[in-house]
């Protein structure tokens, strides 16, 4: 899979447009600086005092654990505002690395762009593993149910145009990114992580995808430096001002009904601050239906619909963007990996220069 | 914490010794390829048929687990043979990322360097958690075990002139950077996702570190595309010929006695076509003790010596360092990430060059 390359010319990379799609080679990253760190979490301490004789007992030990994991990139001449990303459910830092079939993914196609990046691997997950609650781990066969709640297809065949890659070893890559929780997902403990974050790095911009959808909305809400959020395909936890909350919609998802959260409205109203884009892809349904994944998004769209209203209609900035009203068609939950990727991040561009955050 | 630099110069990039350290800002880092995937592991498949109808059923569903997880940085014009990392005990690819108080760890160092650089997380770790077997997970506050037994110190003394960085903020990283076990350590399991690692990359060279260098054996002896084996303090799992297991060592040792791991001869024989280093740090007895952390690893040592002896007693090239009789000293269980890591990655790099592996 590697290219040999044995030339290196600066000034081409300098010269490479943002939105070109070279085929073959690319040229050469050049980054400033790299690196990761824990950041956020707490800490359990057992009373007593430790003894080195007695080092295999618990008392005075501590146990550090719930923090977010973090590796960054930042580029020479870096854009004034990095971006952090944050996977989904199951999903971890994997989600934006190479795509299932090794074609770049977010991370190092705005790394090319320009911009610091940033990717998490929540508390309890990936290399953020210790966790202060104990869990069991069972291995359960469901990748089928994912490939169909993910919408790539209706299991075993994928949707007409969809831009998942169709190779098994596409496939297969797809179904062991996906990695278990180490302890009970907790949304408060995850943007308390992220906000931490933020604390430490400064201004930035949250990139969220799926279940990290509410984290996004909770560390924008906790912390003043999340400058924007993009959220690709949220689902669960939007959130409403008390009083404002709309009625559940019904669906035929394997997930239930969608519900609103209500929060507050002085919290609800530092949401209207910052612009706020979400995306979905293709294959929702327009009405509802039996097919339960197109019904399941199509409650998470509607409800998203509803969000960004509300959101707007207090003052501030959202907007749903459902990709094949641009005439984007075949996306699947993962826009920013299909085989598209690069339009997508297209999107994203645009939508910072628009709201001028790629200074 | 992040430094503006406006400069790019390649040139100064090219001229960068292997062995300076410059303090302050860093040379930008030029790559030509970075990336992630899944490589080995093995696939569970539930009997029956999946029906999108009854998706949540495990009828028909797969389970892709016991994989590694690898990340890839490649250099513009790369020496021949890239570096394979693979972390030990309760750790992750993040022991050869950042050091815990944030300077640049072999990951950066080497590709600076101009090796390409794999780290990987083994199956049931990190990114690469998804189990093919139950596991339950129960936090224990154990960290000042760990400080001591990785001879940090005796806790909460650290050693004196240890490299390990004596500010609370590094302590806290290093002991967040731990993470569980998603299903029970399996050497067969990883040397064999090791293994599709080299089939996958080609020939290489692989650097262990303490639990990972019974990995490193089992992989070389599996794929004659593994060059050189580097470990990092080794301790469990030496492989003798049949009949040639030297007798166990007696240690204060926490865990006991240590045994050697009979193995038949034609795999042993598989070790003495690469050259094999072995590096040990500072604080190790050099006689028996009831200090239990120092008798730990004079047992490691000990053992590491009788095994490089047998190896080369069969033709072999290996050879152990212990790093305090070079005049290197307070090294802790990781050199690699101690104060002084650039000193240990020029002996990394001498030993690369002494057997001709960075053409």
Redesign the interface.
């Known amino acids: 899979?590697?290219?040999k390359?044995?030339t290196?010319l600066?000034a081409s990379l300098l010269s490479f447009g943002a939105n070109a799609q070279p085929k073959g080679k690319?040229e050469?990253?050049?980054?400033?600086?790299?690196?990761?760190?824990?950041v956020g979490?707490t800490t359990?301490?057992?009373p007593g005092k430790?003894e080195?004789a007695n080092?295999?007992k618990?008392q005075?030990?501590?146990?550090?654990?719930d923090?977010a994991?973090a590796?960054y990139q930042?580029p020479?001449?870096?854009h004034k505002y990095p971006l952090v990303f944050l996977h989904g459910a199951g999903e971890?830092?994997?989600t934006w690395?190479?795509t299932p079939d090794?074609r770049?993914?977010f991370q190092?196609i705005f790394l090319r762009r320009g911009y610091?990046v940033y990717l998490l691997?929540q508390p309890r997950?990936?290399?953020?593993?210790?966790?202060?609650?104990?869990?069991?781990?069972?291995?359960?066969?469901?990748?089928?149910?994912w490939f169909?709640?993910f919408r790539i297809g209706?299991?075993?065949d994928y949707f007409p145009g969809s831009q998942f890659p169709k190779d098994t070893a596409a496939l297969?890559?797809f179904?062991?990114?996906?990695?278990?929780n180490?302890?009970a997902f907790d949304a408060n403990i995850v943007s308390n992580a992220c906000s931490k974050l933020f604390d430490?790095?400064g201004d930035g911009i949250l990139i969220t995808h799926s279940q990290g959808g509410g984290i996004g909305w909770f560390t924008a809400i906790k912390n003043p430096k999340v400058k924007a959020v993009i959220a690709y395909e949220p689902f669960s936890s939007f959130v409403f001002p008390a009083g404002e909350l709309p009625k559940p919609i019904q669906s035929a998802s394997?997930f239930g009904e969608l519900k609103g959260v209500e929060i507050p409205l002085s919290d609800f109203e530092k949401l209207t601050r910052i612009p706020i884009i979400i995306y979905y892809g293709d294959n929702i349904a327009d009405q509802p239906t039996t097919v339960?994944n197109k019904d399941h998004w199509r409650a998470g769209l509607e409800m998203a619909k509803i969000w960004a209203a509300t959101i707007n209609k207090h003052g501030g900035h959202a907007k749903v963007v459902h990709l094949p009203d641009l005439g984007i068609k075949g996306n699947t939950h993962f826009p920013f990996s299909d085989l598209n990727n690069l339009q997508i991040a297209d999107l994203l561009s645009d939508f910072l220069r628009e709201n001028n955050l790629n200074k």
Request: avoid cysteine; hydrophobic fraction near 30%; charge should be neutral.
């Open positions: 899979m590697f290219r390359v044995s290196l600066i690319r050469p990253l050049v980054t400033q600086e790299q690196g990761s760190f824990l979490g359990l301490t057992e430790f080195v080092a295999l618990p005075g030990q501590t146990l550090h654990g923090h994991y590796f930042i020479v001449k870096a971890s830092k994997k690395e190479s090794g770049e993914g190092t610091g691997d997950r990936g290399e953020a593993g210790k966790s202060t609650v104990a869990t069991t781990i069972t291995p359960t066969p469901d990748e089928q149910f169909t709640q209706n299991y075993p297969e890559q179904f062991r990114q996906m990695t278990p180490t302890g430490r790095i394997l339960w």
